[in-house]
């Protein structure tokens, strides 16, 4: 079965700051992709960043980096230089092979202090 | 270009009532997938179709259903409404069944009394 599990509900950081939002996941597929949204309070889910389990190189997209560590299964969010307008419910997600099911983890909530 | 569109925006039902949600794709976007979200949880799938064909099913009861139409919009139907149907429902598009990205639509608030 497909677990996606974030341990941290809430995170707090300061502006300008980077910070490091946890995941891992299990799964039985030989290969997944693995994806991390943003989800503001308005309710919208935004992509933010893809890693392919057979991609030889961390996943990068702007301020956002994803550290992806497949033997301990686990997809870490890192965000540099952290807004104010961060502020948001993070999810990660995972799609197995076979493109038919998408799992999300319960989220975290990241709040940016000033 | 218009993103993905969900109605209504916002739904208030009794238990035990049937009720249909709506969503349209992005234009050219041939898969749309449905997710659940209770209020402080993360999305759970309900479906996926793709070219009008039911292609993923999550762990939901059969009150809940849905079809593709030939303009590639969808309809989700949940019958016999409980109070724990109330959630966010989401619309996800993708331009073909393998494409990683997915669009969100806003959701549909569903509020069941």
């Known amino acids: 079965a497909q677990k996606i599990t974030q341990t941290q509900p809430g995170m707090f950081v300061q502006e300008k700051e980077a910070v490091t939002l946890d995941c891992t996941y299990d799964?039985?597929?030989?290969?997944?992709?693995l994806f991390w949204y943003k989800q503001p309070s308005s309710g919208e889910m935004i992509f933010l960043i893809y890693?392919?389990?057979?991609?030889?190189q961390n996943a990068t997209e702007g301020r956002y980096s994803l550290n992806f560590q497949k033997a301990r299964k686990s997809a870490n969010l890192v965000i540099s230089a952290s807004q104010l307008g961060d502020s948001a419910m993070y999810f990660c997600a995972m799609e197995g092979s076979n493109f038919n099911k998408f799992y999300f983890g319960s989220g975290t909530k990241l709040n940016v202090k000033p | 270009d218009a993103g993905v569109t969900q109605s209504p925006t916002h739904l208030i039902k009794t238990r035990g009532q049937h009720v249909t949600l709506r969503c349209s794709p992005i234009s050219g976007h041939k898969s749309v997938s449905w997710y659940q979200q209770v209020l402080g949880q993360g999305p759970q799938f309900i479906f996926q179709y793709y070219e009008k064909e039911e292609r993923g099913r999550g762990n939901f009861p059969d009150r809940f259903s849905a079809r593709q139409f030939p303009n590639y919009s969808s309809e989700l139907n949940v019958n016999a409404l409980l109070l724990g149907d109330s959630a966010l429902y989401l619309c996800?598009?993708?331009?073909?069944?393998?494409?990683?990205?997915?669009?969100f639509g806003p959701g549909t608030r569903l509020t069941v009394t």
């Open positions: 799964t039985s597929d030989p290969s997944y992709g």
């Open positions: 996800a598009s993708s331009l073909i069944r393998e494409d990683y990205e997915q669009y």
């Open positions: 890693q392919g389990s057979y991609d030889q």
